[in-house]
């Protein structure tokens, strides 16, 4: 290959790579408009007011008497009894500190595995249950559930609430209550709170009443939410923007309007916190807060505007908080709190309502839901389902957080094809059966592309003498005139020939595939489905295929190499990516070699680029290699297919037949 030939292909490849990265950067979520910004929009809101009633002489950090005859007396978490809500899915471990969940694991009332916890060695197969939520010594107290009220927050989340009985309804519903302060007590305000639980039957959803009872003698004003998931296990890639917070608003002036400003990645969220407490130090004159508000962060400024859910996502899980269905037009708010839990940097999403006023003898209620569960639409159809809304207009935003990926037109149809599939017998068999499908479709366009250049080729071996005859023609004369001439002769020349500059009609079926490439590869990344399913010998279609069981720490990668090569940073040895990268290479040998020596030097260019695209999918989705694998053998099937045809009818000569070793070429006059 000449110098001109190897910049040409070095070219082509950086163009590639380029591509690629570009187009993984506009798929990901779009980040907020003021998350890299020191200086927020100029009509930005300030942050919701919480009215404090509390006494200023209980807002210690250690309980004094008088706390203590409210109820605020902090327990270890340790020593708090603990009790377990379980229903067909998931098992919660509720703990009386705080009257919060402790920990929760994908494990049904029997004990068997719902979900397995995925290893982060790809050649380990899973054999324990996913445990998404966690213990934690968070000294605030801030854990799933946790009151969101007051400057008494953490003694009162880290105190002791009185635990009720464990109830259950004619549907199967089970709940159970939590107050503070226990009986007879009651804060210095006279309230009292009431937290009640309610795990539906057969779904990954919790509903969240919060009563606040005024057994005092004046009024009371009170802003009442909860901490949603406060860290929850990423059971994908390690440090990847898969775990990242996940929010959805709606508009009080449509119920029908919800938009998604999801995306900010964890790691995140201390920056935009020292950047929010700039902002209230310069604009606002304002002391520090220890969260960010959600209202700053994502720009929602306009009338109307409120939180629908919040919380924080991993590839294929959720732990969201959700507004009342049936209160669509109460404007929700939340805050995000940067946090170390159990060593590992995270947040936890709060989602509060607007002031609550409670007379003496009254009580307030405010409802949220809190999913905790597959991000999956059929999952979330279901928790919507267990207890819809009143208004049976209310549409089921829920199920936008578990989007298909972009683009919706393509990623769409591919996913109800391979869930339903997958739902008449083994996915990796499913996988096939859409990749033939597909690859079906797209035939004609693969016909004609290979008719086009069959075309293209024979009709450039017959202009070829002439171009070559122009060119030798203009050989010694450089000058403007002259190269301008040559280029007008050439032109006449392909132009009786019937044939273009560039073979168009080749490149653009290619071209047409691209979108359908985009919407396999975000299809696969958002198939929660795929999750731990086995083909063959390979274990998960959702991770590398690991075919050999070898396994390699590389660590240390610099993380753009790591992210090629490794999974969490550990190599394994993935042959179905090798394979195709090598059916590629064969199939690119099998096309026919174009005489014009420009055209041979693109035709080499591209079978360099196909290692490339092996190497960036290397530890992707074995679906997605699968895929490939199978299109590729489609591939080559089609093209001897495609080949003989046009031998028959004329437009590929034949291939010259091969003479034996020994053979002797016959002359003129032998006998």
């Not at 009563?211 to 998931?229: D, T």
């Not at 060119?471 to 002769?489: G, N, P």
């Not at 295929?545 to 790591?562: K, N, Q, V, Y």
């Not at 590729?632 to 590929?652: D, F, M």
Request: glycine share 6%.
């Amino acid at each position: 290959m000449d110098r001109k030939s190897w910049i040409q292909m070095i070219f082509t490849i950086a163009i590639v790579v380029v591509v690629f990265f570009a187009i993984q950067a506009w798929l990901l979520p779009k980040r907020a408009p003021n998350g890299n910004s020191s200086t927020p929009a100029a009509n930005t809101v300030e942050p919701p007011t919480v009215k404090d009633v509390t006494p200023a002489s209980q807002r210690a950090t250690e309980p004094t008497a008088a706390d203590k005859e409210h109820g605020f007396d902090p327990i270890a978490r340790a020593n708090a009894k603990k009790i377990k809500l379980a229903n067909e899915h998931l098992t919660a471990v509720l703990s009386e500190r705080g009257g919060v969940i402790e920990s929760l694991a994908f494990i049904n009332e029997k004990g068997e595995n719902v979900f397995l916890h995925t290893p982060d060695d790809p050649t380990v197969e899973p054999t324990r249950a996913l445990q998404l939520i966690n213990p934690s010594d968070e000294p605030t107290g801030i854990a799933p559930l946790a009151l969101r009220l007051d400057a008494n927050d953490t003694m009162r989340n880290t105190s002791r609430w009185e635990a009720g009985a464990i109830t259950s309804n004619a549907r199967g519903d089970k709940s159970i209550s939590f107050t503070f302060p226990p009986a007879p007590r009651t804060e210095s305000d006279g309230t009292v709170i009431v937290k009640t639980l309610t795990l539906r039957k057969d779904t990954f959803r919790i509903d969240v009443a919060l009563s606040i009872e005024n057994r005092g003698e004046n009024k009371v004003e009170k802003v009442a939410g909860v901490w949603g998931a406060a860290g929850i296990t990423n059971d994908s890639i390690r440090g990847s923007g898969d775990y990242s917070r996940i929010a959805l608003y709606g508009s009080t002036l449509n119920k029908r309007y919800s938009t998604d400003k999801s995306g900010d990645i964890v790691s995140e969220f201390e920056k935009k916190l020292g950047k929010y407490n700039a902002y209230l130090d310069e604009e606002k004159s304002k002391p520090a807060e220890p969260y960010v508000d959600t209202v700053w962060l994502d720009d929602k400024t306009g009338e109307g505007y409120y939180l629908m859910a919040h919380g924080l996502r991993t590839r294929y899980f959720l732990a969201v908080l959700s507004a009342d269905i049936d209160q669509p037009s109460t404007q929700y708010s939340g805050h995000i709190k940067p946090l170390t839990i159990n060593n590992e940097r995270t947040i936890a999403c709060s989602l509060v309502t607007p002031k609550l006023e409670v007379a003496p003898g009254k009580s307030a209620l405010t409802r949220l839901v809190f999913y905790v569960g597959p991000r999956d639409k059929a999952s979330l159809d279901a928790a919507w389902d267990a207890a819809p809304p009143k208004d049976e207009e209310v549409p089921n935003h829920w199920i936008e957080l578990a989007p298909p990926g972009w683009p919706f037109i393509v990623t769409a149809p591919f996913a109800w094809v391979l869930r339903n599939l997958s739902n008449f017998g083994n996915t990796g068999v499913a996988i096939i059966l859409l990749t033939l499908i597909v690859r079906l479709m797209l035939s004609p366009l693969s016909f004609k592309g290979q008719k086009s250049m069959a075309i293209y080729t024979k009709k450039m071996k017959v202009v070829k003498p002439k171009l070559d005859a122009i060119k030798e023609k203009y050989q010694d004369r450089k000058d403007r005139d002259s190269q301008l001439a040559m280029l007008q002769e050439t032109r006449e020349a392909m132009r009786a020939e019937n044939v273009g500059f560039f073979p168009f009609g080749g490149c653009l079926p290619m071209l047409l595939q691209m979108p359908i490439f985009i919407g396999l590869y975000q299809t696969f990344a958002n198939a929660f489905f795929l999750r731990h399913q086995t083909f063959l010998w390979i274990h998960d279609l959702s991770l590398p295929d690991a075919s050999i069981p070898f396994s390699l720490e590389l660590h240390w990668l610099p993380g753009f190499i790591s992210g090629f090569v490794t999974h969490n940073g550990i190599f394994t040895i993935n042959l179905l990516p090798l394979a195709w990268i090598a059916l590629s290479l064969i199939q690119m040998k099998m096309q026919p070699k174009p005489d014009d020596p420009q055209q041979a030097a693109m035709q080499k260019q591209m079978g360099c680029i196909f290692p490339v695209m092996g190497m960036m999918l290397y530890s992707y989705a074995s679906g997605f290699a699968l895929y490939f694998m199978v299109s590729s053998i489609y591939s080559l099937i089609e093209t001897k297919l495609i080949k003989r045809h046009l031998i028959a009818r004329g437009i590929v000569d034949p291939p010259k037949p091969k003479l034996a070793a020994d053979a002797k070429p016959e002359y003129r006059g032998s006998k």
